[in-house]
């Protein structure tokens, strides 16, 4: 007989469903449906197998992180659940080289004391002290075993960033989060065309995505949009130009908002520049981070123009 | 079989999704409905709405729908926005290209919860 492992506690589950079977014991679950439509019911596997057909309809990026729906899932073997928003483990890193990626963009590069498993585009907390974190988006690429890469932008009167551009140097500790997020590429439908917009260091997470794909050998477009207000925010400009310099099917459009424009860059809003050229999202994929103003208007935007729901992936920050 | 399955069962739900909450976010009469909500979520929702539509598997009582509703009841929900909805189901299933008997039936299911979706 499968247990549910929960909270420490131990729960036959017979042929009830994992939502039934701990509601059964008074653990309190949000749910709705119980049919495995709403999603109300959301968990996540950290031990165990999560039958398929508890994951129907989840985004591809959930069910990549073992999130299943509660009241479809009949496990058949042993399984430790969690709810969504339980803890996650924080683990110390070093700090491997601090740098300026531009005036106001400081790049981390960070060392974890023990491996982590993350995707491209996740993110983790960084921790000032016990009690202050803030998140940061991963440039890095586990695959490549490099070091975990940050990009903070200085916050004004922001005592996170501020702490970390008067105060950090190579070599220093820090305590860090394990990684999280449903951002990230998910490999598979090679062909599919993706496209990815960000302002300010929303770049960071796609930077890893956009890498991360070229990696997987992802056949379909990757049409990359960076938006700064003048060209003083723009960075990795050189990374990113050797990128479309080695994929055909990379491009990269930085786009100014204010001010003219100069030779190489795009006058306007970056969401318009990347609708103008693609105005038809049909069967698309779609990265969205940065700016939450931006980030709102164009998961309206790409859904109205055509894609779908299900894919599209977004950090607001 | 059902209704559900004569449609196209969950991936014609799926297709039906986007194209539905399009229509009704981009409808002024009643998208102000649907703002306060994430739209990730607010996607799962219709779904489940679409799916009872359909006739498919589903566990929702007239009082779900009551008590489901009625913060929006509260708010001016009325039976005009009710028959935009009505409208939006029915245009949506004729993009999809499923024959006219069945949306009159799934037409007819939406319609039997417009008291308690209503609060009436
Ligand atoms: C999923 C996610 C990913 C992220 N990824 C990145 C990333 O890759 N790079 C990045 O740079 N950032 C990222 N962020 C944002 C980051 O987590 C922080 O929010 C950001 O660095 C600001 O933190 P801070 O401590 O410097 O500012 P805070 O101290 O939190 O202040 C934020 C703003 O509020 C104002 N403020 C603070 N206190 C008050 C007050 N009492 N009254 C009025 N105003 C106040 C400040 O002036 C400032 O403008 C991400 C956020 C999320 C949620
Ligand atoms: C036509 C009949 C209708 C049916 C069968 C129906 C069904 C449903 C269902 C099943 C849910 C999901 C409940 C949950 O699991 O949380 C839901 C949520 C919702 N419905 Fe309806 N609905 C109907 C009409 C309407 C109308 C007319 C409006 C507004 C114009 C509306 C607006 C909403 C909103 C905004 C939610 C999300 C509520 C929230 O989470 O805050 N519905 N509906």
């Known amino acids: 007989m499968a247990k549910v492992i929960y909270g420490g506690q131990s729960y036959e589950c017979g042929e009830h469903s994992v939502l039934d079977c701990l ?3 008074g653990v309190v679950v949000p749910s709705s449906c119980r049919s495995g439509i709403c999603q109300t019911c959301l968990m996540r ?14 985004k591809p990026t959930l069910a990549a992180q073992n999130y299943f729906l509660a009241c479809s899932c009949f496990p058949q073997s042993d399984i430790e659940v969690v709810l969504p928003e339980a803890g996650l483990n924080r683990l110390a890193a070093s700090v491997a080289s601090v740098e300026y990626l531009n005036a106001d963009i400081l790049g981390i590069r960070l060392h974890p004391s023990r491996p982590l498993e993350y995707k491209a585009g996740q993110f983790i907390n960084l921790f000032k002290d016990k009690a202050t974190a803030r998140s940061y988006s991963l440039a890095s690429l586990p695959a490549l075993d490099e070091p975990l890469f940050l990009n903070v932008r200085k916050v004004p009167g922001g005592l996170v960033s501020n702490w970390l551009f008067e105060n950090l140097k190579a070599g220093d500790e820090l305590e860090i989060s394990e990684a999280t997020g449903d951002c990230f590429y998910v490999p598979g439908n090679a062909g599919q065309n ?3 917009i960000a302002t300010g260091t929303g770049l960071a997470p796609l930077y890893g995505i956009v890498r991360d794909a070229l990696m997987n050998g992802h056949q379909g477009r990757l049409s990359l949009y960076h938006g700064s207000y003048d060209i003083g925010g723009f960075y990795l400009v050189d990374e990113l130009k050797e990128l479309v310099r080695l994929h055909d099917n990379f491009s990269y459009v930085p786009c100014v908002s204010e001010g ?12 318009d520049a990347a609708l103008n050229d693609y105005p038809d999202l049909s069967g698309w994929r779609v990265f969205l981070c940065g700016n939450p103003n931006m980030v709102h208007a164009a998961k ?6 055509g894609a779908s729901m299900r894919e599209i992936f977004a950090d607001p920050f | 079989m059902s209704l559900f399955t004569d449609i196209g069962g969950e991936p014609a739900v799926n297709a039906a999704v986007d194209i539905f909450y399009r229509k009704v976010l981009k409808d002024d009469r009643i998208n102000r409905f649907f703002s306060g909500v994430d739209m990730e979520k607010q996607a799962a929702k219709q779904k489940a709405f679409l799916t009872m539509a359909f006739g498919g598997p589903h566990n929702y009582t ?20 009710f028959d935009a909805v009505m409208e939006h189901i ?8 499923v024959p006219a008997n069945l949306i009159a039936q799934a ?3 939406a319609e039997s919860t417009r008291k308690d979706v209503l609060g009436k």
């Not at chain 1, 596997?45 to 989840?58: D, W």
């Not at chain 1, 309206?300 to 123009?305: G, I, N, P, R």
């Not at chain 2, 245009?91 to 999809?96: C, G, M």
């Open chain 2, 62 to 81: 007239g009082e779900d729908m009551r008590r489901g509703h009625a913060h929006l009841v509260a708010q001016g929900l009325n039976d005009t926005h």
């Open chain 1, 260 to 271: 003219a424009a100069p030779k190489g860059y795009v006058q306007g809003m970056v969401l």
């Open chain 1, 300 to 305: 309206k935007q790409t859904f109205f123009a």
């Open chain 1, 45 to 58: 596997a950290v031990k165990g197998e999560v039958p398929e057909r508890a994951q129907e309809g989840l």
């Open chain 2, 90 to 97: 029915g245009a949506t299933l004729t993009e999809l290209k």
């Open chain 2, 107 to 109: 037409a007819a299911i």
């Open chain 1, 194 to 196: 993706i496209l990815l």
């Open chain 1, 23 to 25: 509601t059964a014991q």
